[in-house]
């Protein structure tokens, strides 16, 4: 059984920083799609970033340049650094994965099949 267990949200002054992780069980993260994607309240969930099978990352437009997603294989963990947060950072950020190998980062929430509950992030002005 796949699971995926979000850690490192909290509350934080804009211009701070965060490392979410995510710790995967049931399945090795090496070869595999990831993703980050948050939800702010009576908004629907959007992407934050992705990274492929390859190890190749893509960010949504907003996140580009303070966000890094990378993966740690040995140890399956998928890790989100924010830097330079601002209070519209603030949500509910959920990591993804899917079951197989994709050779290009997938960009939107159906084609992600396992979900962790979140981690709650809140940036204050």
């Known amino acids: 059984q796949v699971q995926l267990v979000e850690s490192g949200g909290g509350s934080v002054q804009a211009g701070g920083s965060l490392r979410l992780s995510c710790v995967v069980s049931?399945?090795?993260?090496?070869?595999?799609?990831m993703g980050w994607f948050r939800q702010a309240p009576g908004k629907e969930r959007e992407v934050v970033a992705a990274?492929?099978?390859?190890?190749?990352?893509a960010y949504a437009d907003s996140m580009k340049g303070r966000f890094t997603i990378s993966k740690d294989n040995a140890e399956n963990i998928l890790s989100l650094q924010m830097h330079s947060l601002k209070p519209e950072d603030t949500a509910m950020y959920f990591c993804?994965?899917?079951?197989?190998?994709?050779?290009?980062?997938?960009?939107?929430?159906?084609?992600?099949?396992?979900w962790g509950p979140g981690t709650q992030v809140t940036v204050s002005s």
């Open positions: 990274i492929a099978s390859t190890g190749s990352t």
């Open positions: 993804a994965a899917r079951g197989d190998y994709c050779s290009a980062p997938r960009m939107t929430e159906i084609e992600y099949f396992y």
């Open positions: 049931g399945y090795g993260i090496r070869y595999k799609c």
